[in-house]
């Protein structure tokens, strides 16, 4: 118990001192809610749970860590629908910028993220 209570320190040590200082720095001030996600996603590690797709034929697919990240912020931020979950990742540049898209034309469509979800249950 001790043991996970100073690793759990160290954590929360590092997001204090190192990683919300870089993210302040790189993406300007970020709410309660964005600095909730980063511990979300520095925690669970979701990229490392992420399967390699790996070079296939034809369309390339859409960034599935990205994807990841997101139904990651659809549960933190408590959206209900992915559709509200996009319009947020459309209206909220750190939110986009924390998942992995630069702008908002790299957004994949519902239909995408839809696929995603189905290929992760799957997993």
Request: with cysteine; charged share 25%; net charge positive.
């Amino acid at each position: 118990m001790n043991q996970t209570r100073n690793r759990l320190s160290t954590i929360w040590n590092h997001f204090q001192t190192s990683l919300f200082p870089w993210l302040k720095e790189e993406r300007g001030e970020l709410t309660e809610k964005h600095q909730q996600l980063v511990e979300v996603l520095e925690m669970s590690q979701i990229d490392a749970h992420i399967p390699y797709v790996g070079l296939v034929p034809g369309r390339p697919m859409k960034n599935r860590c990205a994807i990841a990240r997101a139904f990651v912020a659809k549960a933190v931020y408590n959206m209900p629908t992915t559709g509200i979950l996009m319009d947020r990742l459309k209206s909220d540049s750190r939110l986009r910028r924390l998942c992995g898209w630069e702008k908002v034309n790299a957004i994949p469509s519902q239909s995408t993220f839809s696929r995603a979800f189905a290929e992760f249950a799957d997993s």
